[in-house]
């Protein structure tokens, strides 16, 4: 048998491969329920039922005993703004004045490299107590911002995905730049942080609102020197918003055509939201090869829309589930499914357990390329996964007794689960959290 360092016993589900169609999942999930785990320097040698399994195990290398906890791979968090974990829950307003109000005065505080480092640490327990191991994350303006939180995720070995915002105009002074500025400041990120480790960098202009058009040239310009990177930012969120891009942009055919003609679809982009899709953007997403990240408790909170599951599914376009932190109102993507579920319902459509699920894991890794290093459990995958404790609290347990198979026993938890339910999340073949240890200074 290949060599290993480390076993683990426990239940296991995963995604085995990535598909085109939800009918085809049941058919790619595996789910065991007592299982074998074995690691070698951070990455999967093989995942077998315990029966088999144990056969390989070395006399003296004892598993470590997980039974009664069910292990999934870490979550993927496909849009999420660190800066902003400081102001979920403001109150009252919709995308536009909720920029103003609330967001732009909380960001022009990440000047400050110390308050960028404590809300870096801060920002990283959070993913990691709700069992999330990759984001593609938002910074702010300041290229400090981005220095602070790769700092902070290089020392976790997380494999995280990060920039500097570009922003030129409508915004306060003290976040705006120049073009040359934002090219000068991203450029230098990309070279002292792209491909460091686990950690990539993406180009991350705001949204079409906040560039004037010499900023996407810059973007566009970055874009073609460092072509591995990934391209991260806002599209058809809010009504109003659309129409004043429409405004801004009028000779461009709607508001993802301003990103199009600045060439920045395409593998490796990803943009958020989505939620008032013209037939042709669809198209155009599925013909780039472009990702969307579905948000669906910023979208609710913010009073956006409802994502168009059904016809994402049915254009062909690669998706992933985010919690658009601080719009979005939890870190915790058991919640965050939980809602994807409810806005499914609104347009009567049925997300199941294993396709919710294949969102949060595998199907957010390919919307950010990285399939072949994390999402599920295959041999040479990169070890980040979730221990998840299934029932928490008496009303847990207590429905958990009637569930009969692991699909209730997953829905269950993406209907009533949230921060309790996890138990420890692993990082590169690393606990980096464990529930009950002692908190790490923040
Ligand atoms: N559009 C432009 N900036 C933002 C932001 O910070 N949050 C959300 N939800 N949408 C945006
Ligand atoms: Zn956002």
Same mark, same amino acid.
């Given at each position: 048998?290949?060599?290993?360092?480390?076993?683990?016993?426990?239940?296991?589900?995963?995604?085995?491969?990535?598909?085109?169609?939800?009918?085809?999942?049941?058919?790619?999930?595996? *789910?065991?329920?007592?299982?074998?785990?074995?690691?070698?320097?951070?990455?999967?040698?093989?995942?077998?039922?315990?029966?088999?399994?144990?056969?390989?195990?070395?006399?003296?290398?004892?598993?470590?005993?997980?039974?009664?906890?069910?292990? !999934?791979?870490?979550?993927?968090?496909?849009?999420?703004?660190?800066?902003?974990?400081?102001?979920?829950?403001? *109150?009252?307003?919709?995308?536009?004045?909720?920029?103003?109000?609330?967001?732009?005065? !909380?960001?022009?505080? +990440? /000047?400050?490299?110390?308050?960028?480092?404590?809300?870096?640490?801060?920002?990283?327990?959070?993913?990691?107590?709700?069992?999330?191991?990759?984001?593609?994350?938002?910074?702010?303006?300041?290229?400090?911002?981005?220095?602070?939180?790769?700092?902070?995720?290089?020392?976790?070995?997380?494999?995280?995905?990060?920039?500097?915002?570009?922003?030129?105009?409508?915004?306060?002074?003290?976040?705006?730049?120049?073009?040359?500025?934002?090219?000068?400041?991203?450029?230098?990120?990309?070279?002292?942080?792209?491909?460091?480790?686990?950690?990539?960098?993406?180009?991350?202009?705001? *949204?079409?609102?906040?560039?004037?058009?010499?900023?996407?040239?810059?973007?566009?310009?970055?874009?073609?020197?460092?072509?591995?990177?990934?391209?991260?930012?806002?599209?058809?969120?809010?009504?109003?918003?659309?129409?004043?891009?429409?405004?801004?942009?009028?000779?461009?055919?709607? *508001?993802?055509?301003? +990103? /199009?003609?600045?060439?920045?679809?395409?593998?490796?982009?990803?943009?958020?939201?989505?939620?008032?899709?013209?037939?042709?953007?669809?198209?155009?997403?599925?013909?780039?090869?472009?990702?969307?990240?579905?948000?669906?408790?910023?979208?609710?909170?913010?009073?956006?829309?409802?994502?168009?599951?059904?016809?994402?599914?049915?254009?062909?376009?690669?998706?992933?589930?985010?919690?658009?932190?601080?719009?979005?109102?939890?870190?915790?993507?058991?919640?965050?499914?939980?809602?994807?579920?409810?806005?499914?319902?609104?347009?009567?459509?049925?997300?199941?357990?294993?396709?919710?699920?294949?969102?949060?894991?595998?199907?957010?890794?390919?919307?950010?390329?990285?399939?072949?290093?994390?999402?599920?459990?295959?041999?040479?995958?990169?070890?980040?996964?979730? !221990?998840?404790?299934?029932? !928490?609290?008496?009303?847990?347990?207590?429905?958990?007794?009637?569930?009969?198979?692991?699909?209730?026993?997953?829905?269950?938890?993406?209907?009533?689960?949230?921060?309790?339910?996890?138990?420890?999340?692993?990082?590169?073949?690393?606990?980096?959290?464990?529930?009950?240890?002692?908190?790490?200074?923040?």
């Amino acid at each position: 048998s290949p060599g290993y360092t480390q076993a683990i016993r426990a239940s296991f589900f995963d995604i085995t491969r990535t598909v085109d169609q939800p009918q085809q999942l049941p058919d790619v999930a595996r *789910y065991l329920e007592d299982g074998l785990l074995l690691l070698n320097q951070g990455c999967i040698v093989s995942l077998s039922a315990w029966e088999e399994g144990q056969h390989l195990l070395h006399p003296d290398l004892e598993p470590l005993d997980y039974r009664g906890k069910l292990i !999934v791979p870490g979550f993927v968090d496909t849009h999420i703004h660190y800066p902003q974990t400081e102001m979920v829950g403001s *109150y009252g307003e919709q995308l536009l004045e909720w920029l103003n109000q609330y967001t732009f005065p !909380v960001e022009s505080q +990440y /000047h400050c490299p110390q308050h960028a480092a404590r809300m870096s640490a801060f920002f990283l327990q959070q993913l990691l107590s709700n069992g999330t191991t990759t984001a593609l994350v938002f910074g702010t303006v300041h290229p400090q911002s981005v220095d602070a939180l790769f700092t902070a995720a290089s020392a976790l070995e997380m494999r995280l995905i990060a920039g500097k915002v570009m922003m030129d105009r409508h915004g306060p002074d003290a976040l705006m730049e120049t073009p040359e500025e934002s090219y000068q400041q991203t450029r230098e990120l990309i070279e002292r942080w792209h491909n460091h480790g686990r950690l990539s960098y993406a180009l991350t202009p705001r *949204y079409a609102a906040t560039s004037t058009p010499e900023l996407l040239e810059k973007v566009q310009q970055l874009r073609h020197e460092f072509p591995d990177t990934w391209l991260h930012t806002h599209l058809s969120e809010n009504l109003q918003e659309i129409a004043w891009i429409k405004e801004l942009f009028p000779e461009h055919n709607g *508001y993802l055509d301003v +990103y /199009h003609q600045y060439q920045l679809t395409g593998q490796r982009s990803l943009f958020a939201h989505c939620l008032h899709l013209e037939d042709h953007e669809w198209d155009c997403l599925h013909h780039t090869d472009s990702a969307i990240a579905f948000c669906p408790t910023s979208n609710l909170f913010l009073g956006s829309g409802l994502f168009d599951l059904k016809t994402c599914w049915h254009k062909g376009v690669k998706m992933g589930i985010g919690t658009d932190i601080g719009a979005g109102t939890t870190f915790n993507m058991l919640q965050t499914m939980g809602e994807a579920y409810k806005v499914g319902q609104l347009q009567r459509y049925k997300l199941s357990a294993c396709e919710a699920f294949y969102h949060a894991t595998l199907g957010g890794a390919k919307a950010l390329d990285l399939d072949d290093r994390i999402g599920n459990f295959m041999p040479g995958k990169e070890a980040d996964f979730v !221990v998840i404790d299934p029932a !928490v609290s008496p009303l847990q347990q207590m429905r958990h007794t009637n569930s009969r198979d692991i699909w209730e026993k997953l829905f269950v938890l993406m209907t009533l689960g949230d921060d309790r339910n996890i138990a420890a999340t692993w990082v590169n073949g690393r606990c980096v959290w464990e529930v009950n240890a002692p908190a790490v200074n923040s």
